[in-house]
């Protein structure tokens, strides 16, 4: 026999799966089924369900019309959570049974938190909704029931593993999330829904009548690994090389051989092939220290998690993405046009394959600019020294030295020759400055050049004749 019950709930959720963490209720939302339910007590149609206990629960889903339908049925009117399909089952009444559903899950491991999570509504047949609704997990135990159709082991009631005892269910309106963390003592394979309280524990809030009647529908049966640890991490711009203390808080005591794990994603965020970047065995908060590897390939949207042996867990990925440089495989080019002569241009120049960077410069006499490529006009000979470039990128400073000089200008060259002479005799140049340590270049006609202070010229001829002209550098 079948009873209605209307209840309201809390608030209207939609189901969220964080991505990449399993549900471990194979068909929790109800939509595979092997046929239409076309009347009650029909939830074995329902791929992977049945009842757990002797009562009749119910299978819904809109490819039926009439009293198993979705949204209209015989027990109210109500949409499914996502799809098309949900569950209902008899959980109070005060003058007869229970119903539970139950089916085969994805074992879980021992120590490992899970979050247990439901989507309820009261059906509006109820007479009022209640407190208790729960969720038991179990491998092989053998269980019996009550003439309350009350689970028991060994005579005494099973008390779930997740119950929300404090939460009265009366929005027939509205779907209403149940949600709570439990860490797993066994290696459950199988899960069983419903209300496990005793009739002195029950607290029934009536709403369209005293009539003790509660009637729920259920959909979105999820369970996945929680987030049982969380790390902190600031840093966004990085440098191969650079050591990291990242700082990890585990909400749940991990077995004493467990190995935290730093991992790093591809420079796209990618974690297909994480790099092990730093590792620490512990069971409970601490700090790890991680290595960025020094032939790690520059780039800007590296990413960061953790990863927990035992119980296996890992954590979410940071947010935001990480700039990550290194100096070795950067093309750094540090440049000046020395020697200059005292009065020019002394030009300096920094460059690197890397996009941003931020250069600084500081010589002799107080020099300093932030420019990549400063000039000082007008050099003099207090121009000469040490110039020290840095750049920075990424989290990296590189620094380099430049050592530059600027020549004073040197005095006027004194040019001689032993012109006249006659054709086919040789023509000597000579030059001198009262400057040392110059280099002379010479230049005249017929496109006449020459870099020694003297030189000659063999079998002159008459258009060798006209100005030669002597530089001193």
Partial sequence: ??????????????????????????????????????????????????SW???????????MTGIMGVPVNYFGYQNAVSGMSYAGIYSYASNSGKEYITRG????????????????????????????????????ALISFSGLYVPTINNSPIKPHVDWSNLVITDTQNWVRLSKNFIA??????????????????VYSPI????????????????KVADSFSFLLTDSVICAGDTL???????????????????????????????????????????????????????????????????VDTTLVNEFNIKIGNADSSAITITSNSPACEGNALSLSASTNVTPTTYSWMGPSGFNSTQQNPVINSATSANSGDYYATLKFYGCEVKD?????????????????????????????????????????WAGPGSFSSSAQDTSIANSTVAMSGDYIVTAD
């Fill in 53 to 63: 206990n002797p009562g009749s629960p119910d299978y819904f889903n809109s490819c």
């Fill in 401 to 441: 030295t430049l050592s530059v000089t600027v020549k004073p200008l040197p005095a006027k060259p004194v040019a001689n020759n032993n012109s006249p002479l006659c054709a086919g005799d040789s023509l000597h140049l000579s030059s001198s400055s009262s400057t040392t340590g110059v280099s002379y270049s």
């Fill in 185 to 202: 003592d066994s290696t459950y394979k199988y899960i069983a829904i419903g209300s496990f309280k005793t009739p002195p524990d029950i």
């Fill in 245 to 311: 203390n990242i700082r990890y808080v585990s909400f749940v005591k991990k077995q004493s051989n467990n190995v935290f794990t730093v991992q790093l994603s591809d420079a796209y965020g990618s974690f297909t092939s994480p790099l092990n970047i730093g590792t620490i065995i512990s069971d409970s908060s601490g700090t790890v220290t991680a290595i960025i590897p020094t032939n790690i390939k520059p780039g800007i949207g590296y990413r960061v998690r953790m990863v927990a042996s035992s119980h």
């Fill in 1 to 50: 026999m079948k009873y209605l019950l209307s209840a309201l709930l809390l608030v209207l959720l939609l189901p969220v799966l964080v991505p990449g963490q399993q549900n471990h209720v194979p068909n929790g939302d109800f939509e595979y089924y092997t046929s239409c339910p076309s009347s009650h007590s029909q939830i074995d149609s329902c791929i992977g369900w049945k």
């Fill in 208 to 223: 369209l009548n005293n009539s003790g009647l509660s009637y729920y529908y259920i959909d979105s049966v999820v369970v």
């Fill in 105 to 140: 899950i994805h074992t879980l491991q021992i120590g490992a938190m899970y979050e247990v999570s439901l989507f309820v509504n009261l059906a509006n047949i109820s007479g009022g909704g209640h407190n208790g609704i729960g969720v038991y997990f179990y491998d092989n």
